[in-house]
């Protein structure tokens, strides 16, 4: 009969501290080696090297992607909403980066993307209103730290989520409304008064994929070289409206030096 042996194991668990010693003593060549394998390793891994080092066209893409995916899901395949995974996509930027701009980006995107399922495709429930309502006060406090340019520059996205957020119920609207009043109390987005009116462009579903699809550098630049009927090429348009026109993507809107229809339209690739 044979005896059962006993196989002592080290119940120690690996630390940090472990991993700090052995990298101090490896050399520049393995340490490359080490982050190239990281970087193979996952698109996630990729996503937050290109943030810390500002590599890329566009670094914030895939997380951009991440809250897009997460918040405006294919309903037709049963996708639900996720609204912990498109925020941990915005702390994975504040880890890799911590740049306000980009963070502050991510947050405007994560509202106006919950914003505009909601109004497609109605009603969710209580817990993913006030997920959105609290990004957009977060993002409002952020604006608020900022240079004025930036202000300017976001204070209109803020402004058409409220009206964007007009017929939602659950109160959502009055607290995004009332957000943004107390951070820009001289702005005013209520129709039928002596408040500033900002309209939300209206992309049909599928051109407003394509156009979320392109990186936000690239869209500041197609929105600053437009077709206006009036001025001729290379005018900036104020975004009215989008829809696709076969596999191009048209933008139609005013031009912002003399008013006048202007269009633009997007090739795919």
């Known amino acids: ?3 059962e042996v006993k196989v002592k194991t080290d119940k120690k668990k690996p630390s940090w501290s ?3 010693k052995a990298l101090a003593t490896s050399d520049r060549t393995a340490l490359i080696g080490l982050i190239s394998d990281m970087y193979a390793l996952s698109s996630q891994n990729k996503a937050f090297l290109h943030a810390r080092f500002s590599t890329g066209t566009d670094a914030l893409k895939p997380y951009l992607k991440i809250i897009d995916e997460a918040l405006y899901p294919d309903i037709l395949r049963n996708k639900p909403v996720k609204i912990a995974k498109a925020k941990k996509a915005i702390n994975d930027y504040k880890k890799a980066s911590g740049d306000p701009k980009g963070i502050l980006e991510l947050m405007v995107f994560f509202v106006e993307t919950g914003t505009e399922f909601t109004v497609n495709f109605g009603d969710i429930d209580e817990d993913f209103y006030l997920s959105l309502e609290r990004m957009f006060g977060q993002a409002l406090d952020l604006l608020l730290s900022m240079d004025k340019e930036t202000k300017e520059e976001y204070s209109e996205r803020f402004a058409a989520i409220v009206v964007r957020a007009s017929n939602i119920g659950w109160g959502y609207h009055d607290a995004l409304d009332d957000l943004f009043h107390k951070a820009f109390p001289e702005e005013k987005v209520k129709t039928g008064t002596n408040r500033k009116v900002v309209e939300l462009p209206k992309f049909t579903s599928d051109a407003k994929r394509r156009w979320d699809q392109i990186p936000e550098g690239f869209r ?17 348009l104020q975004l009215r409206e989008g829809k696709m026109v076969g596999t191009s993507l048209l933008l139609r809107g005013h031009c912002k030096k003399c008013g006048g229809d202007a269009t633009r339209v997007v090739e795919p690739g």
């Open 220 to 236: 500041a630049e197609i929105l600053e070289r437009v077709f206006c009927v009036n001025c001729g090429g290379g005018t900036p």
């Open 1 to 3: 009969m044979s005896k």
């Open 18 to 20: 472990e991993i700090k």
